[in-house]
């Protein structure tokens, strides 16, 4: 390690891209082909995602970014007097910038959980104060839910979970979008039980991330209520979100999405986000919530933060207390066994209990 360089557990998008897919851009180089997507590396691409999916009906796009997806399908799908209810966690509520705002739209913000979720009561109840209120002509009218899996926090939803919130969109007539800029994390996660093919199901459109699930760039938004597509079609390239030289996320996907690469990445960011979740417990750290993905978040005494950080990177979460912080350790494909172990060392060294 360089004197001026710390070991890296800020976020999971500083390494440029998992070796697999460099290669796969090397090897397609120089490779001509149509622009803007419609190459036949983005071709292959999504009907390898159609198959994840079980269901050869969806509608797939390539984006550059998670914020451009969330931007593109939510602005597109919602009417100008209409908002969308997100949990006040939620990435588009506090990370994006008012991106949705800034297309007009009001975010519903809905009080999380300490996992950062919203459930199917919250989303219930409010609609139906929505509907009862005689001034709701004044009111911005919620017509669709935007959530996370995993959430903000790491957290997951169940199955069930997920099938009630579904429900109570469907019998409201409001759209359900899952944000899913970690879903790879989800997906290998152990305790996890939603799967793509019952995203394609139950939701009216999800995104699969890649920036921060080992690609170089880009994102795959899968919408399965076909009656948005044409909408989100054209609002791609003036929202900023068309890559000209499209076979680049092509071939990314592609890759991915052949033996099982996307799942295998992460699983082992996933391994080693327990191993440091376990060192935390045992020498008396607490944990903000019980994460099974990459991210851990831990509550730890900001002397003690002081000494690890001349050593690591950390991503600082947000302040606790007067003595304490909330730090968000996160590993990713890129993290070694060797960082992870030298950081368990570290922190038994700190033993506070």
């Keep these: 390690m360089n004197n001026n360089e710390r070991i890296f557990f800020a976020n999971d998008y500083a390494s440029t891209a998992h070796p697999k897919l460099l290669q796969a851009l090397v090897d397609t180089n120089f490779v001509n082909t149509i622009g803007y997507g419609e190459d036949r590396y983005c071709n292959e691409a999504k009907e390898l995602i159609k198959k994840e999916c079980n269901n050869e009906n969806v509608d797939i796009f390539f984006l550059v970014g998670g914020t451009p997806a969330n931007m593109i399908f939510i602005s597109s799908v919602l009417k100008s007097y209409q908002g969308v209810i997100s949990p006040d966690t939620g990435h588009i509520a506090t990370h994006e910038t008012g991106s949705i705002e800034s297309r007009g739209h009001k975010v519903i913000t809905l009080r999380a959980n300490k996992e950062g979720k919203i459930n199917a009561n919250q989303i219930s109840s409010y609609y139906d104060k929505y509907k009862n209120d005689p001034n709701s002509l004044h009111v911005v009218e919620p017509s669709g839910v935007y959530i996370s899996h995993p959430t903000e926090i790491g957290a997951l939803y169940t199955k069930e979970e997920l099938i009630d919130i579904n429900r109570v969109c469907s019998v409201n007539g409001l759209f359900l979008y899952v944000d899913g800029a970690r879903l790879g994390y989800a997906l290998a996660s152990e305790k996890n039980e939603i799967t793509i093919p019952l995203l394609a199901e139950l939701c009216d459109a999800f995104y699969i991330g890649g920036t921060k699930c080992g690609a ?14 044409h909408d989100v079609h054209y609002n791609i390239k003036p929202n900023g979100g068309l890559l000209a030289k499209g076979k680049i996320l092509g071939v990314q996907f592609k890759e991915l999405f ?32 019980d994460s099974f993905t990459n991210q851990q978040f831990v509550i730890i005494p900001k002397t003690i933060l002081k000494e690890l950080e001349k050593k690591y990177e950390f991503a600082i979460w947000e302040q606790y207390d007067s003595e304490n912080m909330i730090i968000r350790i996160c590993t990713s494909w890129a993290t070694t066994k060797e960082s992870v172990e030298e950081l368990c060392l570290d922190l038994k060294s700190n033993r506070i209990n």
Excluded: P
């Excluded at 033996?259 to 986000?273: H, R, V």
């Design 216 to 229: 170089l760039l880009g994102e795959a938004l899968v919408i399965s209520n076909r009656s948005y597509t």
């Design 258 to 289: 052949t033996d099982n690469l996307y799942i295998s990445i992460c699983k082992n960011a996933n391994d080693f986000a327990q191993e440091i979740a376990k060192t935390c417990k045992e020498v008396g750290f607490r944990m903000l919530c």
